[in-house]
């Protein structure tokens, strides 16, 4: 119990200092014209209140994530504790408020847009194509998840196919009205339910005597019961909780309809640390009621579901825990719908059609839907494996860019850089081990192939940078990106106009 609620302690505290830190590095200025209110089309660009902005996010941002991976993630033990801590604070949390702003300062462009002004443009195809894949399957994989707990408190007669066909009517519903009616509206619901039935387990779990697992010299080893080594697999199965590549194309969403850069660290360096205490609770629930063998077998037996229900109802009982188990039907279900929100504008900006009219929006939206559709016929685990290594690939691209961009600014960039390099070095261990990937396994020349590999990505990625910053004019976009929205051109130049005036904000 210590490691548990010691764990939520130091996230906190690292959301006030650290993220205050995070902040100041970045510089905000509370006076400017955000995109919401500069470029209002009452579609995605929509002003919203800071308390929709911040549940929308937490809600976009968790899905199953926060709450499967935990699950499989207490396979390995409380050393499952550390990475959630540590990765949050230091990693996702800065990895989310780095994208959400250098996002609304860049008048809500998505990743790959500027991954092209960052990082340069051939970069661009390269994010597009990673954006698109790790959406389709985050779409996919937060359709299915659902669609099993849901399957798991209703009737008999309720098919998982009828079922799985409701969430996509819902989800291409939400998908063509305005963000303000599709989220706005809706999400607030969806917020009260997760938070009540997060406090409901957590509550449950500590002050119900179970005996919760801590993090000592005993426990500081692998638990899993299959031998499966911590590194790199812990590193990929607790993504959402920790850092994750899918946030990065969810932030831009909400820098959408932000009204004020003050905002930025509640909405997204807080919102993530909520996601590790949600991921905390999970851990600790699935290491106290089960063994890690038994947790496996109903692992492998279904999905992580079917470990979602028995945990909510042994601590809840029935109708408590059915009431748990909708609050966690709400994050892949709202998850899953902004990650095809997403997908479409991505995809739409990429083949250039605007999205100003229904058919437009359709044309995008349907054939995503059909091919999603076919891919919840495919195997979860094999599923969740591709987007684990797809999302966190985008975790590494998502901090490069911010690591640029705060080196070209002349800022603290160390503190992005760092958690880079560390997932950089997963990500390549992991395709080269993996049996999604080379299939060497971990061995001593997967290791020395995977350090030359991640030196020679970064020294690419460290020259261009150097001669990026040598060629940079003084008045250049890229270091003014602080003036007011219209000071530039499309194509990086000031504009002939005279610059607009930011109005006064209380």
Request: proline share 5%; charged share 10%.
């Given at each position: ?19 205050r ?30 308390s ?26 409380p ?77 008999d ?12 009517v ?25 938070i ?35 590194f ?99 994050l ?113 020349l ?25 060629n ?20 990086g ?14």
């Open positions: 119990m210590i490691t548990l609620l010691g764990g939520i302690a130091l996230l906190i505290v690292g959301y006030i200092f650290y993220g830190y995070i902040e100041k590095n970045f510089t905000i200025d509370p006076e400017r014209t955000t995109p919401a209110e500069a470029l209002k089309d009452g579609y995605d660009f929509v002003p919203m209140s800071k929709k902005n911040a549940i929308i996010q937490l809600l976009n941002i968790a899905g199953t994530g926060p709450i499967f991976g935990p699950i499989m993630g207490a396979l390995y033990g050393v499952a504790y550390l990475w959630i801590v540590i990765g949050c604070i230091f990693g996702g949390a800065v990895h989310d408020y780095m994208l959400g702003m250098i996002s609304l300062r860049n008048d809500g462009a998505h990743l790959p847009e500027l991954a092209s002004k960052y990082l340069g443009k051939p970069v661009k195809h390269v994010v597009n194509l990673f954006s698109i894949l790790l959406l389709m399957l985050v779409g996919t994989v937060f359709v299915t998840s659902p669609a099993n707990l849901i399957k798991s408190i209703t009737p007669w309720l098919t998982l196919g009828v079922i799985t066909i409701l969430i996509f819902y989800y291409i519903i939400s998908t063509i009205l305005p963000i303000d009616k599709a989220l706005g509206k809706v999400y607030p619901w969806f917020g009260a339910i997760l009540i039935s997060t406090i409901a387990i957590g509550g449950s779990l500590i002050f119900g005597g179970h005996n919760i697992p801590n993090l000592n010299l005993a426990t500081m080893k692998n638990f899993n019961p299959k031998g499966t080594p911590i790199p697999a812990l590193f990929f199965t607790i993504s959402c909780g920790a850092l994750s590549g899918f946030h990065a194309t969810q932030a831009p969403m909400v820098s959408r309809t932000s009204t004020n850069e003050k905002e930025g660290r509640f909405t997204f360096y807080g919102m993530m640390i909520a996601e590790g205490v949600i991921a905390m609770i999970w851990t600790a629930a699935s290491m106290s009621l089960f063994d890690g063998k038994t947790l496996s077998q109903m692992i492998d037996a279904g999905t992580p579901s079917a470990v979602v229900n028995q945990v909510s109802v042994l601590l809840l009982g029935n109708v408590l825990g059915t009431i748990a188990i909708i609050g966690v039907i709400v892949p279900i709202s998850s899953g719908l902004s990650a095809f929100r997403s997908l479409r504008t991505i995809l739409a900006d990429y083949l250039n059609i605007k999205q100003d009219t229904l058919k437009k929006i359709l044309m995008v939206t349907i054939p995503l839907y059909a091919i999603s559709f076919l891919l919840t016929k495919a195997d979860f685990n094999i599923l969740w494996r591709y987007f684990n290594w797809a999302n966190q690939v985008t975790a590494v691209i998502a901090l490069l860019v911010s690591t640029r961009y705060l080196y070209l600014k002349g800022k603290n960039y160390i503190v992005t850089l760092v958690p880079g390099i560390f997932m950089l070095f997963a990500c390549v261990v992991y395709i080269f081990s993996e049996p999604i990937g080379f299939r060497m396994g971990l061995t001593p997967t290791y020395i192939v995977s350090v030359l590999a991640t030196l020679a990505i970064l020294a690419v990625y460290w020259k261009t940078g150097k001669t990026q910053k040598e940079l004019d003084p008045t250049d976009e890229l270091l003014n990106d602080h003036l007011p929205i219209g000071t530039f051109a499309s194509n130049e000031r504009t002939n106009q005279p610059l607009p005036v930011a109005e006064p904000k209380s």
